[in-house]
């Protein structure tokens, strides 16, 4: 004879749930998630959900009638309050946590984080989480990846090779908001090499190095004349950090790392315009101090703005540019056009924060590794 199961009345809280949508329109980032869950399951109508198992007993055995377990997704997702010590007799956590500013989850389980939980904390008559961000996924070029079609790469293999922050960068500056994103070997490959090895990592080395060559290693702080470019530098490097932060806010971390490189752009752009080289033959010092004041200054707000992503990285660029006190590496200072003190030097040497790589031998080496 066959076990009767328990179930949870959902229908009970349909009409709850879709006044919770319309009065809370953001609950759901991307908006493509929560559109997939109405269309799918409010709007044709909850169905109450079944909360015991009996045909297997690895799970949690209901108290009242141990036969049944409980359903893994009640327990899974009841497991972010009761792991504050929600219902124990030191709840001090919940208090202090709950609720969570953001659950970050896969796409393909927005359907337990946008009906049930919700449902499961009004049953409990507790608030809800301020916000859910479902992530896309990263694919392949054919699709998913899949053991059957040879096309896995594990993310240590990748980091073993190139550094957990190359790693971090490739993941983060590649995955979109909304949509998903496909790896392949050479986008990874010339992502390394000409974002973090020619872009980055020249424009510090650059910097170190023109440093150490026109003022022996010591930061200018203050100069009597501007480069003509110099206000409009200032004034891309400020709005495209305005620009960041409100990406930041709206969980575009892709969006927020092209604002740091179009700023690392701007940067390489701005010593070909302003020409020190040429301002050192012409003994122009007041100008040329401006320029390596301005790209010390832009360099410590890279590493700022780097260091949420690539702290590894932040704190290399730290090191070499002699800013070690924790109070030039905040968000605040970022406010302040010149916030370096004076006597400030940057290391004798600059070390490359990542190494060049020959692009057709690590293209082979990543399809070598990818498993079927």
């Known amino acids: 004879m066959k076990e009767e199961s328990y179930f949870f009345n959902m229908k009970k809280y349909q009409d709850w749930l879709i006044k919770f949508y319309e009065e809370n329109p953001d609950f759901i980032v991307p908006a493509s998630r929560k559109n997939e869950i109405f269309s799918n399951f409010i709007q044709p109508g909850?169905?109450?959900?079944?909360?015991?198992?009996?045909?297997?007993?690895?799970?949690?055995?209901?108290?009242?009638?141990?036969?049944?377990?409980?359903?893994?997704?009640?327990?899974?997702?009841?497991?972010?309050?009761?792991?504050?010590?929600y219902g124990s007799e030191d709840d001090s956590l919940f208090q202090k946590y709950w609720p969570a500013d953001l659950h970050i989850v896969g796409k393909e389980i927005i359907r337990f984080h946008g009906i049930y939980w919700p449902i499961f904390l009004k049953a409990l008559g507790l608030e809800m989480p301020k916000k859910i961000y479902a992530h896309s996924w990263l694919v392949m070029k054919d699709g998913k990846m899949s053991k059957s079609k040879g096309n896995v790469i594990y993310p240590e293999t990748l980091m073993e090779r190139y550094g957990l922050d190359a790693l971090k960068y490739y993941l983060l500056r590649t995955m979109q908001f909304a949509t998903d994103s496909v790896f392949t070997p050479e986008d990874f490959v010339d992502r390394y090499n000409f974002d973090l090895c020619?872009?980055?990592?020249?424009?510090?080395?650059?910097?170190?190095?023109?440093?150490?060559?026109?003022?022996?290693?010591?930061i200018p702080t203050e100069f009597a004349e501007k480069n003509e470019v110099d206000d409009e530098f200032e004034e891309f490097v400020a709005k495209e950090i305005e620009e960041f932060a409100q990406n930041m806010d709206e969980y575009s971390i892709s969006n927020a790392l092209t604002?740091?490189?179009?700023?690392?752009?701007?940067?390489?752009?701005?010593?070909?315009?302003?020409?020190?080289?040429?301002?050192?033959?012409?003994?122009?010092?007041?100008?040329?101090?401006?320029?390596?004041?301005?790209?010390?200054?832009?360099?410590?707000?890279?590493?700022?703005?780097?260091?949420?992503?690539?702290?590894?990285?932040?704190?290399?660029?730290?090191?070499?540019?002699g800013l070690e006190n924790e109070d030039l590496q905040t968000w605040d200072s970022l406010k302040m056009s010149i916030a370096i003190p004076e006597n400030t030097h940057v290391a004798e040497k600059g070390e490359p924060l990542f190494m060049r790589k020959d692009r057709e031998e690590e293209i082979e080496s990543i399809k070598n590794v990818m498993h079927g």
């Not at 079944?50 to 497991?79: E, Q």
């Not at 020619?198 to 010591?218: E, P, Q, W």
């Not at 040429?278 to 360099?299: G, P, Q, R, T, Y």
């Open 46 to 85: 909850l169905e109450d959900l079944c909360i015991s198992r009996t045909t297997f007993d690895w799970g949690i055995p209901m108290k009242h009638d141990p036969k049944h377990v409980l359903y893994v997704w009640v327990d899974a997702l009841t497991n972010y309050i009761t792991a504050l010590g």
């Open 259 to 321: 604002n740091v490189w179009k700023i690392i752009g701007r940067s390489n752009k701005y010593i070909d315009e302003t020409a020190p080289w040429i301002l050192a033959k012409e003994e122009n010092s007041e100008k040329l101090k401006s320029v390596m004041a301005h790209l010390a200054e832009v360099l410590r707000k890279i590493a700022i703005l780097l260091k949420p992503f690539l702290q590894e990285t932040s704190e290399k660029m730290f090191v070499q540019l």
């Open 198 to 218: 020619n872009d980055l990592g020249n424009l510090l080395n650059r910097t170190i190095g023109m440093m150490n060559k026109y003022f022996a290693g010591s």
